[in-house]
């Protein structure tokens, strides 16, 4: 069973900066896909960005070029740095691994990050 774990999100002002940290514990395998998605309060969960066993990643359009998503495997962590936050970024964040091609997956709880002067 894979257990996820997100910190580091808070209260920030527009224009600012920060790193949302996914503690990933048990099996994940070789191959897999990591992501964070967030939440706005009525609205459906949306991916932001993805990183797969290899290294690939993938972006939403509305976050590429201000976040950037990492891995560090001896860590077992993944990362989200956000920088130029706007207001609309505001949101519930959240992890999620999938195996493949087990399909399995595992969510993390969630972190709140709001974005307001």
């Known amino acids: 069973q894979v257990q996820l774990v997100e910190s580091g999100g808070g209260l920030v002002q527009p224009g600012g900066s920060l790193r949302l940290s996914c503690a990933v514990s048990?099996?994940?395998?070789?191959?897999?896909?990591m992501g964070w998605y967030r939440q706005a309060p009525g609205k459906q969960r949306d991916l932001v960005a993805s990183i797969n066993s290899g290294g690939g990643t993938n972006y939403a359009a509305s976050v590429k070029g201000r976040f950037t998503i990492s891995k560090d495997n001896a860590k077992n962590t993944v990362y989200l740095q956000m920088n130029s936050l706007k207001t609309e970024d505001t949101a519930v964040y959240y992890c999620?691994?999938?195996?493949?091609?087990?399909?399995?997956?595992?969510w993390g709880q969630g972190t709140q990050v709001t974005v307001s002067s």
């Open positions: 999620h691994w999938q195996g493949v091609p087990s399909g399995r997956a595992s």
């Open positions: 048990g099996s994940i395998g070789s191959i897999y896909a």
